[in-house]
């Protein structure tokens, strides 16, 4: 990068983090440190909900995501305008009215502590890693693109963020959001018009999704059907996008602390409201326009030749073994085609780059030859002028903040209020109480680099990955809650067994891989209602037993 560049990072950087500090001041205690003494208005609800949700893995992977599978991962977000008006008429009433820290508290007056336990737990583990992803996932592309040390990147990635995020707690977070989103959301379209302003001069917007809907990249809706009929394995269709959809939205958003957290800072119940409601309306329109820059970057790249390969730095890896010389023949093939892309020339230039990423798998064997998670950056790097590329940068590292400053704030609310107040020490001050949180949410920090450190061959485009995580669990955190809201017979053994259970089968379903992942989310919720069901009756039974074989009081 040029120096432009760098002085446009840091001065966006530092200014954020400064302006976290200053907005950082907040009564010390968990009401003040967790949930911004309940005073948020409507707005900056929204606005942290929505940065909560957008991080990083958003804005780097989804055009890449786009480029080579086109804009059917929006049919992902088709169920979430429906999750958030059953959670403003469910979730949000009990939530608010019982004055919770985290959502599991409610389970314990609905059910037992272990099940309270049990499901902060399961999200405890599932956010925890999907933080440290957050971070690894950003830091991978930039030191791979800049040259810069992965184990660096990761630190000064995670590291920055906990300095505001351990200031101040969810004040801090809720502010920088704000601004966060809105040099985020500046950079995007500024990209997004640069990609059509680089084009040949007889080429617009219109011409440009023109010749992305040609090569199948503007297929918004699909039906999932096959010649042999409904693919149960197709991730991305109508109907997971709105029934597998809906319930990951339902989780997510219903008994994600990290979410939930966001809108139980509101002044009331109607700022909560209308906070996730307007997060339903503005999320699917937002999602598609990310999703469309690389559909414009894939045109962009009809009258510029691709590189053969995204990610140059394990190109520079590769070439240093054996493989050398077939990489580089297979480069001068490349370089051979015409850069027009007629069907013959694109057919030709597909198969050199698969020829290409096979030798490169071989040289690399350990390592993912995956360039989805590239497109995007290597576009930006490649073409954009200077100091639009500082910008860019910074809103990849901003993005990041955003969710991970949340989800700190939320894996440490859980773990103070669910597990240190409950089982270590009750009798906290709420100076101690101020001062535990700020502890345990640098712990988080600190372990969500350690898994940033240790992950690698994520495999899926990155946003994919982060999905992929969360309906391992939402799926089986979701029923729990819809057992505790709507299904009053079954009790606390009951849910807390078929929980276990279910979470397990959940596991191995993954790992047979015969479903797409979305439709974890319905699986996991329903195994929990019907076994919770089955359960109950058997604990029922045993109880009428025990009942019956007590004495008789004469």
């Given at each position: 990068m040029s120096s432009i560049d760098w002085i446009v990072l840091f001065t966006t950087l530092t200014a954020i983090i400064i302006y976290g500090i200053y907005k950082s001041r907040?009564?010390?205690?968990?009401?003040?440190?967790?949930?911004?003494?309940?005073?948020?208005?409507?707005?900056?609800?929204?606005?942290s909900i929505m940065g909560t949700q957008a991080s990083a893995i958003t804005f780097l992977s989804a055009p890449g995501q786009a480029y080579t599978d086109g804009m059917r991962f929006v049919q992902?977000?088709?169920?979430?305008?429906?999750?958030?008006?059953?959670?403003?008429?469910?979730?949000?009433?009990?939530?608010?009215?019982?004055?919770?820290?985290?959502?599991?508290?409610?389970?314990?007056?609905?059910?037992?502590?272990?099940?309270?336990?049990?499901?902060?737990?399961?999200?405890?583990?599932?956010?925890?890693?999907?933080?440290?992803?957050?971070?690894?996932?950003?830091?991978?592309?930039?030191?791979?693109?800049?040259?810069?040390?992965?184990?660096?990147?990761?630190?000064?990635?995670?590291?920055?963020?906990?300095?505001?995020?351990?200031?101040?707690?969810?004040?801090?977070?809720?502010?920088?959001?704000?601004?966060?989103?809105?040099?985020?959301?500046?950079?995007?379209?500024?990209?997004g018009y640069m990609v059509v302003h680089l084009m040949p001069a007889n080429i617009g917007f219109a011409d440009a999704l023109q010749i992305?809907?040609?090569?199948?990249?503007?297929?918004?809706?699909t039906n999932?059907?096959?010649?042999?009929?409904?693919?149960?394995?197709?991730?991305?269709?109508?109907?997971?996008?709105?029934?597998?959809?809906?319930f990951l939205a339902l989780s997510y958003f219903g008994t994600d602390q990290s979410q939930v957290g966001r809108y139980l800072t509101a002044k009331d119940n109607k700022e909560s409201k209308l906070g996730l409601l307007i997060n339903g309306l503005v999320k699917v329109p937002m999602q598609f326009l990310i999703l469309m820059i690389g559909v414009l970057v894939f045109s962009f790249y009809h009258y510029n030749k691709a590189p053969i390969y995204f990610n140059?730095?394990?190109?520079?890896?590769?070439?240093?073994?054996?493989?050398?010389?077939?990489?580089?023949?297979?480069?001068?093939?490349?370089?051979?085609?015409?850069?027009?892309?007629?069907?013959?020339?694109?057919r030709e230039k597909s198969v050199i780059k698969k020829q290409y990423k096979d030798v490169l798998?071989?040289?690399?064997?350990?390592?993912?030859?995956?360039?989805?998670n590239y497109i995007f950056l290597r576009f930006v790097i490649d073409y954009l002028p200077k100091g639009l590329i500082g910008l860019l940068i910074a809103v990849i590292f901003l993005a990041a903040w955003g969710s991970i400053a949340?989800?700190?704030?939320?894996?440490?609310?859980?773990?103070?209020?669910?597990?240190?107040?409950?089982?270590?020490?009750?009798?906290?001050?709420?100076?101690?109480?101020?001062?535990?949180?700020?502890l345990y949410t640098l712990g988080w920090g600190i372990f969500s680099i350690v898994v940033a450190e240790s992950a690698s061959n994520l495999g899926n485009s990155l946003i994919e990955t982060v999905n992929i995580l969360g309906s391992l669990f939402y799926g089986v955190i979701l029923g729990i809650f819809?057992?505790?809201?709507?299904?009053?017979?079954?009790?606390?053994?009951?849910?807390?067994?078929?929980?276990?259970?279910?979470?397990?089968?959940?596991?191995?379903?993954?790992?047979?891989?015969?479903?797409?992942?979305?439709?974890?989310?319905?699986?996991?919720?329903?195994?929990?209602?019907?076994?919770?069901?089955?359960?109950?009756?058997f604990f029922s039974a045993y109880d009428y037993r025990k009942i019956k074989m007590l004495p008789r009081k004469d």
């Amino acid at each position: 990068m040029s120096s432009i560049d760098w002085i446009v990072l840091f001065t966006t950087l530092t200014a954020i983090i400064i302006y976290g500090i200053y907005k950082s001041r907040t009564t010390k205690n968990l009401d003040g440190y967790f949930l911004s003494n309940r005073s948020m208005p409507w707005y900056l609800v929204l606005l942290s909900i929505m940065g909560t949700q957008a991080s990083a893995i958003t804005f780097l992977s989804a055009p890449g995501q786009a480029y080579t599978d086109g804009m059917r991962f929006v049919q992902y977000y088709f169920g979430l305008p429906l999750a958030m008006i059953i959670i403003c008429i469910v979730f949000v009433p009990v939530f608010r009215r019982l004055k919770v820290y985290t959502a599991y508290e409610f389970l314990e007056e609905r059910f037992d502590v272990k099940t309270r336990t049990f499901t902060s737990f399961l999200f405890q583990v599932s956010r925890g890693l999907s933080t440290g992803i957050s971070i690894y996932a950003p830091s991978l592309i930039l030191s791979s693109l800049l040259g810069w040390n992965i184990y660096w990147t990761n630190i000064i990635m995670g590291g920055l963020l906990i300095i505001y995020t351990v200031s101040g707690g969810a004040k801090a977070v809720a502010y920088t959001q704000k601004l966060q989103l809105l040099i985020i959301i500046t950079g995007m379209a500024i990209a997004g018009y640069m990609v059509v302003h680089l084009m040949p001069a007889n080429i617009g917007f219109a011409d440009a999704l023109q010749i992305g809907g040609k090569s199948g990249k503007m297929n918004v809706i699909t039906n999932g059907m096959t010649n042999t009929g409904f693919d149960w394995k197709d991730r991305y269709n109508i109907w997971s996008g709105l029934i597998g959809g809906l319930f990951l939205a339902l989780s997510y958003f219903g008994t994600d602390q990290s979410q939930v957290g966001r809108y139980l800072t509101a002044k009331d119940n109607k700022e909560s409201k209308l906070g996730l409601l307007i997060n339903g309306l503005v999320k699917v329109p937002m999602q598609f326009l990310i999703l469309m820059i690389g559909v414009l970057v894939f045109s962009f790249y009809h009258y510029n030749k691709a590189p053969i390969y995204f990610n140059d730095t394990q190109i520079v890896a590769a070439k240093a073994t054996i493989k050398k010389d077939s990489l580089e023949n297979l480069e001068k093939q490349y370089a051979l085609v015409s850069a027009d892309n007629d069907p013959d020339s694109y057919r030709e230039k597909s198969v050199i780059k698969k020829q290409y990423k096979d030798v490169l798998k071989r040289a690399l064997p350990d390592e993912d030859v995956n360039d989805t998670n590239y497109i995007f950056l290597r576009f930006v790097i490649d073409y954009l002028p200077k100091g639009l590329i500082g910008l860019l940068i910074a809103v990849i590292f901003l993005a990041a903040w955003g969710s991970i400053a949340a989800a700190l704030n939320a894996l440490a609310s859980c773990t103070v209020v669910d597990i240190h107040k409950k089982f270590i020490n009750k009798e906290l001050t709420p100076k101690m109480d101020y001062r535990i949180s700020k502890l345990y949410t640098l712990g988080w920090g600190i372990f969500s680099i350690v898994v940033a450190e240790s992950a690698s061959n994520l495999g899926n485009s990155l946003i994919e990955t982060v999905n992929i995580l969360g309906s391992l669990f939402y799926g089986v955190i979701l029923g729990i809650f819809l057992v505790a809201f709507w299904i009053k017979q079954i009790k606390g053994h009951a849910v807390f067994y078929s929980a276990v259970i279910s979470e397990l089968l959940i596991i191995l379903i993954y790992k047979a891989d015969v479903i797409s992942f979305l439709w974890l989310n319905v699986i996991g919720a329903l195994l929990v209602i019907i076994s919770g069901a089955i359960f109950q009756i058997f604990f029922s039974a045993y109880d009428y037993r025990k009942i019956k074989m007590l004495p008789r009081k004469d």
